[in-house]
């Protein structure tokens, strides 16, 4: 049985820096490829960032520069650092695995930034 558990999601202002966790049990985060969603508020959920089983990571135009996907094997996580937030970087967060063909989700943390 696949669980992902986020953590760390909260309120910061413009600017600030915020790191996000999902720890992840039934699955191996370097097996999979392991990503980032968000969904704001009337909006759909959209990929933020990924990193596959080789250790590549890709990410949405909007946070390149500002975000970094990481993975700790030992301790089976993935972590996603966000720096320089901005007001339309408000949503939650979701942790997502893809493995055997199917689709993991974590139940979201929210991460506020305010202006």
């Known amino acids: 049985q696949v669980q992902l558990v986020e953590s760390g999601g909260g309120l910061v202002q413009a600017g600030g820096s915020l790191s996000v966790s999902c720890s992840a049990s039934?699955?191996?985060?370097?097996?999979?490829?392991m990503g980032w969603y968000r969904q704001a508020p009337g909006k759909q959920r959209e990929l933020v960032a990924v990193?596959?089983?080789?250790?590549?990571?890709n990410y949405v135009d909007s946070v390149k520069g500002r975000f970094t996907i990481s993975r700790d094997n030992a301790k089976n996580t993935v972590y996603l650092q966000m720096n320089s937030l901005k007001p339309e970087d408000t949503a939650v967060y979701y942790c997502?695995?893809?493995?055997?063909?199917?689709?993991?989700w974590g139940q979201g943390t929210q991460v506020t930034v305010s202006s």
């Open positions: 997502n695995a893809y493995k055997w063909l199917r689709n993991y």
């Open positions: 990193i596959n089983s080789d250790g590549n990571t």
């Open positions: 039934g699955i191996t985060v370097n097996s999979a490829t």
